[in-house]
């Protein structure tokens, strides 16, 4: 039995809801209790009201209700057309790999995360254009795999640290040398200083990375640089977000050799240095480590709060000067890189 597209085996009075069954589900076989065309095609009776999983979901629930109702199914097969290759959906080809339930299960963790508790299962289903039997299967799933946890007066969910392990996973895999590269870059340039990335190893310092502005620079430290950390701003500053005990056994029996007649040559000297690091939320040396020299450093920490690494700039000692116009610009330039840089890391700062 041959039809028209759009057309029934019966009087119905929903054709329009038809056209949203050839749409969505695009070419192919479908088993429906209709009769419809869709380009070329022969219609074969048969027994029975089944529906393919992967063409199903894409049915308008109200169809679905009156379609297991009928008694003919009916299988539609395509038929190549002379000189003409098989109808493609665009729509469908974008989505043709997506799984709905794991979109969905994605949409209710950020749901969750934007503060919405689900206490209304109804009012949460609507928001989220699912039903309420979904909502709460997706829910029960997610709380299994701890992704949420209900709170604790049981009336709504929240986050849970099964998602706060995957993101400490992924942060904890972040490659420091590759996103500070840009961070870098953009403060040499606004300083016009050169700009490095060190981090501790025992120690010392090693600089991962040095960015340079096009200006001619004085300063010897290059990529690969260690340097003992006492004795540079870098490793002055990252010391001195460390606990004051972890410090002190780091450098226990430590021969603090000088450098300049300024580097601190004992630990009870070096503690003092580090508070005043501390206090001032940055690392200042003005020739501390090479004559003609200045430097500032600031802390990069990660996700929990952990000092992984500093950045400093390096430049003229003249600019470095306690009464340098110069010195407030390269406090804040130096401050905004390693908050930038911290929270790329993860850190949120409190």
């Not at 992967?54 to 097969?77: A, C, E, M, Y």
């Not at 490793?235 to 460390?242: Q, S, T």
């Not at 780091?250 to 007649?261: G, P, Q, W």
Request: aromatic fraction near 4%; proline fraction near 6%; glycine fraction near 8%.
């Amino acid at each position: 039995m041959l039809t028209r597209p759009g057309t029934c085996s019966r009087t119905t009075p929903w054709p329009d809801r038809l056209q949203e069954v050839t749409s969505p589900t695009g070419p192919g076989t479908l088993r429906v209790g209709v009769f419809f065309l869709h380009g070329p095609l022969v219609a074969t009776g048969a027994f029975g009201a089944t529906f393919p999983r992967d063409r199903r979901r894409n049915l308008p629930r109200p169809l679905l209700s009156q379609v297991g109702l009928f008694k003919i199914l009916t299988t539609v097969h395509i038929l190549p057309e002379s000189g003409a290759g098989p109808i493609e959906d665009v729509a469908e080809q974008k989505t043709a790999y997506d799984v709905p339930p794991v979109t969905r299960a994605f949409n209710l963790l950020r749901y969750i995360a934007a503060g919405n508790r689900c206490r209304n299962m109804s009012r949460a289903a609507a928001d989220l254009s699912i039903n309420r039997t979904t909502l709460i299967r997706l829910l029960h799933t997610l709380q299994r795999e701890q992704m949420i946890e209900l709170d604790p007066k049981g009336t709504g969910y929240s986050l849970s640290y099964g998602v706060l392990e995957l993101a400490s996973n992924l942060l904890s895999s972040r490659d420091i040398v590759r996103v500070s590269r840009p961070v870098l870059s953009h403060l040499a340039a606004q300083t016009g200083l050169s700009a490095h990335l060190g981090v501790l190893s025992g120690t010392d310092v090693i600089v991962l990375v040095r960015e340079t502005p096009d200006v001619q620079l004085v300063s010897n430290i290059r990529e690969g640089s260690r340097l003992p950390a006492h004795a540079t701003v870098m490793g002055r500053m990252i010391l001195a977000n460390m606990p004051r005990a972890e410090v002190e056994a780091l450098l226990k029996d430590y021969n603090f050799s000088a450098i300049t007649e300024k580097t601190a040559t004992t630990m009870e000297s070096l503690g003092r240095q580090l508070d005043a690091d501390l206090a001032s939320g940055l690392a200042w040396s003005v020739a501390f480590f090479e004559q003609g020299i200045g430097s500032c450093a600031g802390v990069v920490r990660d996700h929990e709060g952990t000092p992984i690494a500093a950045i400093s700039v390096s430049g003229q000692q003249a600019v470095f000067d306690e009464d340098a116009p110069e010195r407030g610009l390269i406090a804040d330039a130096v401050r905004l890189a390693a908050e930038r840089l911290s929270s790329i890391m993860g850190h949120i700062a409190v």
